[in-house]
């Protein structure tokens, strides 16, 4: 049980570069979360699905586009990257709300925009 | 939407002493309260949470407040260990899917 994946663990992009950042989750859960954490900032949410084929916007959405196809992935595009967009990026999976079911989190992404 | 303040921003407490780290959120409709410890270079993991019907809950050396009136919470970490060192946030939530984070405490236990 692997729990969530992410790929790839770090990354170095030049500015107006698109990627795309993979997020695996193998616990059959429903909810999957994008955030971006930065120094003295805590984390905030980017992007979020409640199921398979649903997403939506969260706290800082500009700039990111996501995709849900399987449920058991979530994806990040960055279009057209910026250096504000420097920033440490964690995936995240609950099986049901917040409220009810614990959070769990990838091991992140460490993404540079040059 | 929600706003979460957290207090201080960085904790140096002796071994085996006590370590408190205080949080405000804005909005009376959250009713859930997570707490995460962040290792460095590992990602965020749940230590303790606590929802709005409950004024404290505790786990071994870690516990929880809650003071729904004037809307602020706090973790309390006993007899301080080496391990205990890492950032910790708080974060709230008065839906299904949005946590609202803190901006994080980093707290060293000196030996």
């Known amino acids: 049980n692997a729990g969530v994946t992410q790929t790839p663990k770090f990354r170095v992009l030049k500015t107006g570069q698109s990627m795309t950042l993979l997020c695996a989750q193998d616990?059959?859960?429903?909810?999957m979360y994008w955030y971006r954490q930065d120094p003295g900032m805590g984390l905030r949410l980017i992007h979020y699905s409640v199921g398979e084929g649903t997403t939506a916007k969260g706290e800082v959405p500009d700039g990111y586009n996501v995709s849900r196809l399987k449920k058991q992935n979530f994806l990040l595009g960055l279009e057209s990257a910026a250096p504000s967009q420097t920033s440490v990026y964690f995936c995240?999976?609950?099986?049901?709300?917040?409220?009810?079911?614990?959070?769990?989190f990838g091991p992140g992404t460490r993404l540079t925009v040059l | 939407g929600e706003n979460v303040e957290q207090h201080p921003s960085t904790l140096s407490v002796q071994e085996g002493d006590s370590a408190v780290i205080k949080c405000t959120y804005s909005d009376s409709a959250s009713n859930y309260f997570p707490w995460y410890k962040q290792e460095l270079g590992k990602r965020p993991q749940l230590i303790i949470d606590i929802r709005s019907n409950v004024g404290e809950k505790k786990d071994q050396r870690i516990a929880v407040t809650l003071n729904k009136t004037a809307k602020h919470f706090s973790l309390h970490i006993t007899e301080t260990q080496p391990e205990d060192s890492a950032v910790y946030f708080c974060a709230a939530t008065l839906n299904d899917y949005k946590l609202s984070f803190g901006a994080g405490t980093t707290v060293t236990v000196r030996a």
């Open positions: 616990m059959n859960h429903e909810y």
């Open positions: 995240a999976s609950s099986r049901g709300p917040i409220v009810v079911d614990e959070q769990f």
